[in-house]
């Protein structure tokens, strides 16, 4: 008779990375996948999580001939992109990894091994309670004193926020609350380079101003208020 205990077992509990990928389109997510794999060496415990709008088999197919472990769900896109968060806060949810990365299918990886680089992250006690985001540099020369558009939360700062994020702009949102409590790793450029298109604005300025920041310094309070996070 087999373990009871392997059986039982969550079977992705060997994953040190969760890719949350929230998909538009196969195509879109078919470039994002190919940069992934053409910028990493040595992929092990990986698991891709992939949100679609309906049942598109080709997802199924391709995942399942991949390198990695993966997760997917289906259902309706919503308000589109003001439903992003949605889409991630869920993806987050069914994730395994201690490190968690939301992924916009047009990032892309043009400098570095982004796996090698975010492996030193794991299990590496930067903090007693390993709540921290770590942020991918883009190509403008900026380096991580912007706003980037490629963050990584651990598995503990999802668990004490309980969020990827509760609003669609998860990079401002990641951005500003990791600095405001200190919790900011801004990855050099020299390491890893990231590439996004130029975007839009997901909330207006006073939008921001009377949901955003408020919503902010809650959760900025809930960190300094918690006396295990010293």
């Known amino acids: 008779m087999?373990?009871?205990e392997r059986i039982i077992r969550d079977p992705y509990d060997d994953v040190k990375i969760s890719l949350l990928i929230s998909s538009k389109s196969y195509?879109?997510?078919?470039k994002l996948y190919n940069n992934l794999l053409s910028t990493s060496h040595g992929i092990k415990h990986i698991e891709v999580l992939v949100k679609i709008d309906d049942s598109d088999e080709r997802y199924l197919r391709m995942l399942e001939n991949s390198p990695f472990q993966f997760k997917i769900l289906s259902y309706p896109s919503y308000n589109k992109v003001y439903s992003n968060h949605v889409f991630f806060n869920d993806l987050c949810?069914?994730?395994?990894?201690?490190?968690?990365?939301?992924l916009y299918e047009d990032c892309s990886i043009i400098k570095g091994d982004w796996y090698q680089c975010l492996n030193e992250y794991v299990?590496?006690?930067?903090?007693?309670?390993?709540i921290f985001n770590i942020a991918i540099p883009m190509d403008n020369g900026k380096g991580c004193k912007q706003i980037c558009g490629a963050n990584?939360?651990?598995?503990?700062?999802?668990n004490f926020f309980g969020t990827v994020s509760p609003f669609p702009n998860l990079d401002r949102w990641l951005f500003e609350l990791s600095r405001k409590v200190g919790r900011y790793i801004g990855v050099s450029e020299g390491k890893?380079?990231?590439?996004?298109?130029?975007?839009?604005?997901?909330?207006?300025?006073?939008?921001?101003?009377?949901?955003?920041?408020?919503?902010?310094?809650e959760y900025i309070n809930k960190f300094k208020k918690n006396k295990v996070c010293r």
């Open 27 to 30: 195509e879109d997510f078919l």
């Open 152 to 158: 990584i939360i651990t598995r503990e700062w999802f």
């Open 123 to 130: 299990d590496n006690n930067l903090y007693k309670d390993n």
């Open 93 to 102: 949810k069914i994730s395994s990894g201690k490190l968690i990365w939301p």
């Open 2 to 4: 087999e373990d009871i």
């Open 192 to 217: 890893l380079l990231s590439h996004f298109p130029k975007g839009h604005r997901t909330l207006s300025k006073k939008q921001r101003k009377e949901l955003f920041y408020p919503s902010l310094e």
